[in-house]
């Protein structure tokens, strides 16, 4: 096994969990307030809301694909690794006057990168 395709695990597993912690923090989250406090109108927040738990099951979907295409040449990882900035910036753009969310988030961008970084040296690879 290249050193690749063992980090594109690592990034497929990494993005397993962020999906997954995106799909618990955004229910725990809806659970402990209304959409009125977070001054969003009915229809935006649910557009957000379903943007992002599809979001976050692209992330899940492509933790797998990472994991079960890491061994082989697969265009598919690194079609999603590129695809994985998507969420990541939809999450941004709704961030307003937030420092540390938006610190956070520019951090989180790391985890889409280091997917596609390892994606495409296993592509290469074989």
Known sequence: MTKAAKNLRIAGVLQIILGI??????YFLLSAGDVSVAGLNP???LGVLALN??????QIFSG????ARAGKR???AVICGI???IPQLIHFIHLQNQIGLIIA???LLVVPYYYLHN??????AH
Do not use: D, M, P, Q
């Open 21 to 26: 912690l995106t799909i618990a923090l955004t």
């Open 74 to 76: 697969s265009f598919l």
């Open 105 to 107: 988030n520019a951090a």
């Open 64 to 67: 797998f694909v990472a994991l």
């Open 53 to 58: 738990y599809c979001g976050a099951a692209f």
């Open 43 to 45: 229809e935006r927040a």
């Open 83 to 85: 695809a994985l900035f």
């Open 119 to 124: 994606a495409y040296k296993n592509f290469r």
